[in-house]
């Protein structure tokens, strides 16, 4: 395949900055398409943002503005609806976290993906960032010793501020989401587990609404078991005081262990009582080395960064701690 030319769908807040700008930075890649319900705001964004054409319909989309592949960044609930079309236009789709709202819908999209020639990638972007990987290198070569647990917090006050918040918060409602603000935060700290750790073994957890404030839940406990004997446990809480919150994940070794923020830029690490502290600048557009590695693949020219397949049992592990059946 030659250029990637591109079409967003869903040109909201996560496009501004994080990944819409990286669509055209990237040799080979072309943003030539928005589309936005809302047709004020989509003819807005393409005028910022230096973009020829923008559309009200995603189909119209797909049909007219000769895109080979979208990226769809709309909430949760039309996500497996677009990918379908996509799919069956030809398209190759890069899809943004979580991929459904369940694991359910996801199983369908990956039987899309089994039936049509295009190509499917999910936007667990954290994959890619620097820091992470550094991370990933810190465990592989057993910088701490042998992983022994993992202890994962995620406490946020009932506005976080890891999240832009709008009037008609869309995070909150369930049918749009698939839950509440673990739905739209966990999948950046369970992919990582999976991506460290690999193929999980048992995973079990709870979810309640303390607060009773919004119709979806605000507390979520789980614990995952990996095939290599790693034990994980998560705790997000979306209720407590401002001065509480907290973004921390400890890895735990048999020499010492790695903390570090899933929403900062820093990693440390303690050995044999020895402080080691590496400070990160993120790219300027977070999603920019992922979207490097996704048109590498559409164009035949590497591996698949994040399968559908991958992201079943990311979506497995949420609907376990969620209670859905």
Request: glycine share 8%; charged share 20%; with cysteine.
């Amino acid at each position: 395949m030659s250029d990637i030319n591109w079409g967003i769908i869903g040109c909201g807040n996560v496009t501004e900055l994080k990944s819409g700008p990286a669509f055209k930075k990237i040799t080979g890649s072309n943003l030539i398409a928005v589309m936005r319900r809302d047709a004020a705001k989509a003819a807005d964004y393409a005028q910022r943002h230096l973009v020829s054409q923008w559309y009200t319909d995603a189909g119209k989309l797909m049909d007219e503005a000769g895109v080979n592949a979208v990226y769809i960044a709309t909430p949760p609930s039309s996500h497996l609806e677009y990918a379908l079309a996509a799919l069956k236009k030809g398209l190759n789709v890069y899809v943004e976290k979580p991929v459904t709202r369940n694991a359910a819908e996801a199983r369908a999209m990956a039987e899309a993906v089994k039936q049509e020639c295009s190509k499917l990638t999910v936007a667990h972007y954290r994959r890619a960032v620097p820091m992470f990987l550094a991370v990933k290198d810190l465990i592989d070569t057993k910088k701490v010793g042998d992983i022994r647990t993992v202890q994962i917090r995620m406490w946020q006050s009932r506005k976080p501020e890891l999240i832009a918040q709008t009037e008609n918060n869309w995070r909150l409602q369930p049918e749009l989401s698939g839950g509440g603000y673990f739905h739209d935060l966990a999948p950046h700290q369970l992919d990582l587990m999976l991506y460290y750790f690999g193929e999980p073994e048992k995973y079990h957890g709870f979810s309640l609404n303390q607060s009773a404030s919004t119709p979806a839940d605000d507390h979520v406990c789980g614990q995952i078991l990996f095939k290599n004997k790693v034990v994980v446990n998560g705790s997000w809480c979306f209720n407590v005081a401002e001065s509480l919150t907290t973004d921390t994940c400890e890895i735990i070794g048999t020499k010492g262990k790695i903390t570090f923020p899933f929403f900062g830029n820093y990693v440390s690490w303690t050995t044999d009582g020895e402080d080691e502290t590496i400070t990160f600048q993120h790219p300027q557009h977070i999603q920019q080395p992922m979207i490097e590695k996704i048109v590498a693949y559409f164009k035949g020219e590497g591996p698949n960064p994040c399968s559908i397949e991958e992201a079943i049992v990311l979506m497995d592990i949420m609907d376990a701690f969620t209670g859905v059946k």
